[in-house]
């Protein structure tokens, strides 16, 4: 039977149809932690469903800021290739990776510092913008380093663009729900049977289980531009769908936005690309990326087909060395 713990539901479509696939090893041993004396005993054993809700992790990056920083830049309100620091409060000074380009953020092109410790920061008297901006840089512009901390910066950049109308939640909840998005969301959520739980990161300790798993974006309240977005395969699904649609039509800002982020802006190693926010591959063909947590969207734009697919392979601790690319 397919369960939360762990577990794995995959979509895909091609034109005219769609399928749901969820699939699991065999249920986990609830922990001492998540034992019957837990008011949450056994909740964690319950089968997945395409309506599971997943910490989908670095999924953050291409579900919640790479499309609203294209709102931004068709709302005017953004330059590609402008620097970061001119689109936050006033840092006075040299601020060497404030000099870095949107574009180069997007692209993970930066040279900022690849190491992301926000704990660092704890008892700072500067606002966090101020201390990334004045962070020095370890690599020349324009070398491709994936890091999460240019899509932290991106994620501070965008409720300051509406004059701070609005959080970085409450503007992804709106995109959101114009999709139709309706399970998606900032966490953290509720510790609850439609939820996947993920690590266990001390033996004996509750295991983190509604709470986003990325420490960087705990530290932000969970609220980020590069992880702490939970969403479901339907809900990613229906994105998805939603992007190939407007890639088709190439007509509005999102269409125009994924064409021009399908465009190769450095090589990450033969055969591979990146775009905006998005790894490209078969020649620019495919656009996909990839969640910390066990999550992964593929774009083939051309031939009109999605793949989505939610695990939580962090279940039993970090999952790098025992998964494999899907290309």
Known sequence: MPTTSPSCTTRYARPSRTRSHPAASSSAAPSAADSTS???????????????????????????TWPLIG???????????????????????????????????????????????LDHYRGADAPLHELLCREPLDDE???HRYINRGYILLGLVLPYLYNDRQRLDQLADDLWRSV???????????????????EQRINGAPRIWGGVHDDNAALLGGIAGHAGVFSTPTDLARYGAHLLTAYSRDRDGLGQWLHASMVPQVEI???????????LAHGGRVAYHHGWTGTSLYLAPELGRYLVICT??????????????VL
């Open 269 to 279: 190693e033969p055969g591979l690309e990146r775009g905006l926010a998005w790894v």
């Open 312 to 325: 939580n392979a962090v279940y039993y601790g970090p999952a790098r060395g025992r998964l494999g690319p």
């Open 141 to 143: 512009p324009g070398t």
């Open 180 to 198: 139709g998005m309706g399970s998606t969301c900032y966490g953290p959520v509720a510790r609850e049977a439609g939820v996947a739980p993920t």
């Open 38 to 64: 837990s008011p949450w005993a056994g909740l964690d054993q319950a089968p997945a469903t395409e309506r599971t809700r997943y910490d989908i992790a670095s999924l953050t990056k291409v579900v919640a």
């Open 71 to 117: 709102r931004a830049l068709d709302d005017g309100l953004l330059e590609l290739d402008a620097p970061v620091r001119d689109f936050l409060p006033t840092i006075f000074g040299e601020a060497a990776s404030g000099q870095a380009t949107i574009r180069q953020l997007l692209a993970h092109t930066s040279g900022l510092r690849a190491a992301t410790r």
